[in-house]
């Protein structure tokens, strides 16, 4: 094992999201040298589903041919399908084409399933899930009065809820003119309900619902640095240098 794959998946194995974002970043741009490495850890790994899933990732990440096997492997797989089919998409190869258009012919959908020890609900969070969300999640703090004069002006909503438990875990938001325009807010996840597919199940719902209603429609969001490999998966992409977010102060 490598000093940097020793040293990467040393973080990666920490709770600390930050630890595990750094750890990422250190393998991303050499995930074609470290290969074989990513893939034997990924079969060795039996208790971290949410660290399979960052090494399928990095895997997709290295654009070698001989993944095709692994990521056709677990389409089905409610775990691991998203990062499966973003491997293929990456990919690009006729094999990997041939096998998204054999998988989506059977199943007839391009999402997934929230693991079925969380249930997603196309409805807002009541009021305290939603201002604990926030500020667990990392978000900026709201007030009570701004949160129930708000929470139930979307145009769409979701929440995802742990089964066992009731505790709501997860959320988001769309605000739109109902036309064409679509913004995505106030998506977030409980740390310690990260890396389970939560934040992916989330935001195929609502750009599920989106479609629905407006096909050709302009869709964006404000990127915070733990989101952003979440959106590019759903083909979010830098808008910057042509265009940049702004707020007034």
Known sequence: MSKRFGEAMRLMRRRNGQDCETGFAMLKPHAAEHL?????????????????????ELIGEAGDPRALPLFVAHLDDERFGDWAIWGLEKLGTK??????????????????????AYRLEMTPPAVDDYLRLRKES????????????????????????HV???????????????GWYFHIIDMAVLPHHQRKGI??????ALLDRIGEHAPNAYVN??????????????GFTESAPASVGMRRV
């Open 221 to 234: 969001l404000l990127a915070d640095p733990p989101g952003r490999r979440l959106y590019e998966r759903h």
């Open 164 to 178: 066992e438990s009731g505790e709501t875990v997860g959320m988001g938001r769309v605000l739109s003119d109902g």
């Open 36 to 56: 074989d490495e990513l893939i034997e850890e990924f079969h060795r790994e039996e208790d971290d589903q949410g660290l399979r899933a960052w090494l399928l």
């Open 95 to 116: 094999e990997a084409r041939t096998a998204l258009y054999r998988h989506r012919s059977n199943k007839h959908t391009w999402g997934r399933s929230v693991d079925h």
């Open 138 to 161: 990392g978000l900026s703090a709201r007030t009570v009065e701004e949160a129930e004069n708000g929470i139930n002006g979307a145009w769409a909503s979701a929440h995802v809820v």
């Open 199 to 204: 934040g992916d199940a989330i935001m195929t």
